[in-house]
């Protein structure tokens, strides 16, 4: 079993930024993927970006060339740094950890707020 902890989520105006991060504990050899995907109200969770064991990284059309995902191993830490924000980035942001790329099967986070005002 993996816990994965969530922090760095708030309020934010469009055009700012901010810095999620997810520190992951437990079976720690049995994740070779992390991501971050996100849901607003009324639409199903996105994948944001993920990044594997290795450091491959892939992202959303939607949010390439403004967020950048991040990975440290030694602290068992996964980042997304979040650059020029629109209102339509505003969602419930969830971590994931798992043991296959690309899939959602895993463990997830408890879910920060990231609120983009406009």
């Known amino acids: 079993q993996v816990q994965l902890v969530e922090s760095g989520g708030g309020l934010v105006q469009a055009g700012g930024s901010l810095r999620l991060s997810c520190a992951a504990s437990?079976?720690?050899?049995?994740?070779?993927?992390m991501g971050w995907y996100r849901q607003a109200p009324g639409k199903q969770r996105e994948l944001v970006a993920g990044i594997t064991s290795g450091g491959s990284t892939n992202y959303a059309d939607s949010v390439k060339g403004r967020f950048t995902i991040s990975r440290d191993n030694g602290k068992n830490t996964v980042y997304l740094q979040m650059n020029s924000l629109k209102p339509e980035d505003t969602a419930v942001y969830y971590c994931?950890?798992?043991?296959?790329?690309?899939?959602?099967?895993?463990?997830w986070g408890q879910g920060t707020q990231v609120t983009v005002s406009s």
């Open positions: 994931h950890a798992g043991p296959i790329v690309g899939s959602r099967v895993g463990s």
């Open positions: 437990g079976r720690i050899l049995s994740i070779n993927d």
